[in-house]
């Protein structure tokens, strides 16, 4: 039988779409081309995200979200609606159960348009459900228990930090900080040291192939192309793993910070549990080398990447979404 149920991990940079019993069968950059001509959309996902920084004119690619929510509410609608149609496929006449994940830190008018997006996008039911919850299902963390369990997701518009006990969050905190966050603070680090203006394609794939959380003993180094500041002509550096560190430090201090702050107004008992088991780590940009190290050596606690960290906030929610009512408490949504 046919599932009418779909999970979506609604990021700044990434849509995933979740499936029970399928699994994870949609991830795609949350980028939407639209043609100012007509205000028709043009391209989606994948597609879209090609033409970031190369279009005419006449056509805009954008992420219709910004650190972890809704910044352009018509455009979020479209690319729910082309999500949730590709997820059913050809099956159009069934309208789906749809539960979406969203930041700690939203606020009552942001869950709302949330909920309204999904609705207006096809949904029968829209649920929402907070990140560090599912994060922390999904990273197979034992959410039930009577004991503390911290989760540090790390995305591409926020941070989100929590402890969590009983199935619920006792204390938690959303930063806006990221991997986009991190991105445009290399582009600014080489802009000024090295006068070269690179786009935020470029800027990501630095993080990925040569960032680090830590300097590294062995360092890294890539060729970087991009435009002269001085004489606006093409050029070419090259950079080392060191100016990746470097660009990014505030940045991964908003995140030890927060980190702290929620673990000093957690309870005596929780912060023992939390002492004892550490602090799991998830979210794509926990994949950035060493900032596990960093976390552990910054609040003396151990810390974990988790396994598939990426995945984890779209596994849990469509964990969430097979068993509703287990998880009611930590639900809020409409019919």
Excluded: H
Aim: proline letters at 4%; a neutral charge.
């Amino acid at each position: 039988m046919f599932s009418k149920k779909i999970g979506i991990d609604l990021g700044t940079t990434n849509v995933l779409v979740y499936i029970p019993k399928r699994g994870i069968i949609i991830n795609e950059p949350s980028v939407v081309a639209i043609s100012l001509v007509d205000n028709e959309v043009l391209a989606v996902g994948t597609e879209a995200k090609e033409m970031i920084g190369r279009t005419p004119d006449t056509i805009v690619a954008s992420r219709p979200l910004k650190d972890g929510v809704i910044a352009d509410y018509k455009t979020t609608e479209a690319m729910l609606k082309y999500f949730i149609n590709k997820a059913l496929g050809n099956i159009k006449i069934f309208r789906p159960e749809v539960m979406v994940a969203v930041p700690a830190g939203i606020t009552s008018t942001e869950k709302r348009a949330v909920i309204d997006a999904t609705m207006a996008a096809g949904a029968k039911a829209a649920y929402i459900i907070k990140e560090p919850v599912v994060a922390a299902i999904g990273a197979k963390i034992p959410i039930g228990a009577p004991s503390g369990n911290m989760i540090v997701d790390i995305g591409g518009g926020t941070s989100e930090i929590a402890v969590i006990s009983l199935g619920g969050m006792v204390t938690s905190l959303s930063v806006r900080i990221g991997g986009n966050k991190f991105d445009a603070s290399i582009a600014d680090y080489i802009r000024k040291k090295y006068n070269l203006a690179i786009g935020e394609r470029t800027a990501e794939n630095i993080k990925i192939e040569i960032g680090s959380a830590m300097f590294l003993d062995k360092k890294l180094k890539m060729k970087v192309k991009g435009a002269d500041m001085l004489g606006g002509l093409p050029k070419t550096i090259e950079i080392v793993s060191d100016d990746v560190t470097e660009a990014i430090q505030n940045d991964l201090e908003g995140i030890i910070n927060a980190v702290k702050a929620v673990l000093q107004k957690t309870p005596p008992e929780l912060s023992a549990d939390v002492i004892d088991k550490g602090i799991i780590l998830s979210g794509g940009s926990s994949l950035l080398r060493n900032i596990d190290k960093l976390l552990a050596k910054a609040i003396g606690v151990p810390a974990y990447v988790a396994d598939d960290s990426l995945l984890c906030v779209a596994k849990g929610t469509g964990m969430a979404l097979e068993d509703l009512d287990l998880y009611k408490k930590s639900l809020e949504g409409r019919k």
